[in-house]
């Protein structure tokens, strides 16, 4: 057993035993009867060794954790054009949040929020039928865990499909001011059905790889991205991907992240580490509560925050 197994059992141990877990997403039906009790931490070092503890093969709704791979998607189809849909700066909303693409005249602050994603999911779907891009998304998640039973929890999609209002008002006022070419009915389903896929920690944290190591997977050489392309999704992934809990989480745990409403974080340490944590229920910020813990004392025992020990 290695250093970083001991931590990793450790921390899962003492998050089992906490009594303060949050509260699970309500405004998913579907989510809503999620058990609050699950937790599970996967660590992924730089030699492909993997450290694993509670619930680590659960599978749960990855819901805003997509939008990374979307991003990187997006990117890969049309470059740093995607910037002109899109911004990257952090929002201090909340990830719902309506009232910035007023007066940002429909440009979203950035791919992590809901608009921001739903405009480059958009960009995904240009071109193809939405069957189509939710095919390439679904490939790409498993080429980077190499396992093809990723697959959409399509109970959740369908339970997104009928309550997500607030996502249909934002992708409606986007189509307003000309940032999405597609049907919104189309971009909408996508992006229901990509925040949709269900994935374990140990299969998040193997996605995820090629944002700790410049880029590719350290492991197999397939180079996923440039080394410079990782490191700017990183940042963004630092500065937005909590939402408006992105300052909490860099202050605390110090690792580019990015969380989902069903409970699951990614984390990179950068050169180290892939990092998923996952416990369902949620801060008032929509941010796993447990994760966030975990993801806290993992980086502080292992000295792994970007900023220093
Ligand atoms: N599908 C969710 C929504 O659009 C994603 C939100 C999240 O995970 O933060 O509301």
Redesign the pocket.
């Known amino acids: 057993m290695t250093e970083l197994d001991r931590i990793v059992q450790e921390i899962a141990d003492e998050m089992a035993a906490r009594s303060d877990r949050g509260t699970v997403a309500h405004y ?1 039906p579907e989510l809503a009867k999620v058990d609050p009790a699950g937790f599970g931490l996967v660590v992924i070092d730089a030699d492909g060794h993997i450290a694993a503890a509670g619930d680590a093969d659960t599978a749960f709704s990855i ?2 954790i997509s939008k990374v791979f979307t991003l990187t998607l997006a990117l890969g189809k049309i470059g740093d054009r995607l910037w002109q849909r899109v911004g990257r700066e952090p929002s201090g909303s909340p ?2 949040s309506i009232v910035q693409l007023e007066f940002e005249r429909g440009i979203p602050r950035n791919p992590f929020i ?1 608009a921001g994603a739903i405009a480059v999911t958009d960009v995904i779907l240009s071109g193809h039928q939405p069957r189509e891009a939710l095919g390439e998304i679904l490939r790409f998640m498993r080429f980077l865990t190499d396992d093809p039973s990723i697959a959409i929890d399509e109970a959740v999609a369908a339970s ?1 499909q009928r309550t ?1 209002f607030r ?1 249909a008002a934002l992708a409606n006022y986007m189509k307003s001011f000309g940032v999405l070419d597609n049907p919104v009915d189309y971009t909408l389903g996508v992006y ?1 059905h990509h ?1 949709a896929i269900a994935m374990s920690c140990r299969q998040l944290a193997l996605a995820g790889r090629y944002l700790a190591h410049c880029g590719r997977n350290p492991v197999t050489g397939h180079s996923v991205v440039s080394p410079g392309r990782a490191r700017r999704i990183n940042a963004v992934m630092l500065t937005c991907g909590h939402y408006d809990g992105s300052g909490e989480f860099a202050y605390r745990v110090g690792l580019p992240g990015k ?4 409970g699951g974080v990614l984390a990179i340490a950068p050169g180290k580490a892939s990092i998923a944590a996952w416990s369902p229920g949620l801060d008032a910020s ?1 941010n796993s509560h447990l994760g966030r813990v975990a993801l806290e004392a993992l980086s502080k025992r292992m000295g792994w925050s970007i900023f220093g020990v």
């Open positions: 998913i819901q805003s990830f719902n809901n997104e997500g996502n229901f925040c969380s989902g409403v069903g929509g």
